[in-house]
């Protein structure tokens, strides 16, 4: 007769084989969960980008705060932490307008002032009506869209030389054309020394921004249904009513964010004037990034160049602010 052995409730069959397998394997460590698992990954994949944030940008935004609270000079330039502290000295030598420091500074702004508006409003211009105009088919429409963009593919500084070399009093290409060409003007032009040098400075900018109005512009313009257009066109709306009465509200999202992206573009593009006049640039196209380059770096007065850095980045923040709450209340109101 044989005898049947049933296992006890109260043990699984997996048990079995842990307990003859040793208690190495019966130690388990415990799992993570799932939930955790799958919250901590975005972070995870985050953590390059903060890490190389906190190199590129932060930690060096901190210590130029630092900086500007010393009087570093070349004399301190072995050792920073010898160097004096001057408190708010150096702010307060950057914003009195009536000293040379400061007034060099008041005008270095207001040049960057007009440069931004002028740039940024002409680009935007160009974009939005080469946007436009190329939304309807037509033969070599692509080629004209990848025309437009190459000023935008094309390397800063390549395309920034290139214009230096065009506005070469003697045998640049602007002169050939405008005076040899034409006859446009009396004699060769300056492009890169006096007043003139402002205007350079302007079509530079101009040339290597508005693509990028252009492309945002003709990509936010795909999303606008056609059959908007169909039936303003049935009810009598012309060209330029349909663009003010669809083109331009349709596009408000996508311009609030362009026009603020190009201001912080233009207001601290350092590479286009440095590129295009060197370290010293004339009064006219004195760019307050290239004037605090000098400050810094030329001078060797970081202390100075530092607070003169913050005084900018406050600037730029409390525009931005502003510029933020006043869109996002007029989003507000045309909602309502």
Known sequence: ????????????????????????????????????????????????????????????????????????????????????????????????????????????????????????????????????????????????????????????????????FMFQHDNGLINHVLYDQLGLTDKPSFWLIGNNSFIALVVVSLWKSWPFAFLMLMAALQNIPRDLYEAASIDGAGIWQQIRRITLPSLRPVNQVLVLVLFLWTFNDFNTPYVLFGKSAPEAADLISIHIYQSSFVTWNFGSGSAMSVLLLLFLLLVTAVYLFLTSRGRKGSDV
Request: proline share 6%; hydrophobic share 50%; aromatic share 12%.
């Open 1 to 164: 007769m044989t005898a049947t052995v049933t296992p006890s409730s109260g043990h699984r069959a997996g048990d079995t084989e842990k307990t003859d397998s040793g208690g190495a394997r019966g130690r388990r460590l415990p799992r993570i969960p799932e939930r955790i698992r799958q919250g901590g990954l975005p972070y995870l994949l985050l953590l390059p980008a903060v890490v190389l944030e906190l190199l590129i940008h932060l930690i060096p935004m901190v210590i130029g705060i630092w900086v500007s609270f010393r009087q570093l000079t070349q004399f301190f330039i072995r050792n920073w932490g010898d160097s004096p502290f001057a408190g708010f000295d150096n702010y307060k030598i950057a914003i009195d307008f009536d000293a040379p420091i400061g007034q060099a500074l008041l005008q270095s702004f207001l040049v960057t002032c007009a440069f931004t508006v002028l740039s940024v409003g002409l680009s935007w211009l160009f974009g939005v009506t080469a946007a436009v105009l190329l939304q309807e088919n037509f033969r070599g429409r692509s080629l004209l869209r990848t025309i437009f963009l190459v000023p935008y593919a094309l390397p800063v500084y390549a395309a920034v030389i290139t214009w230096a």
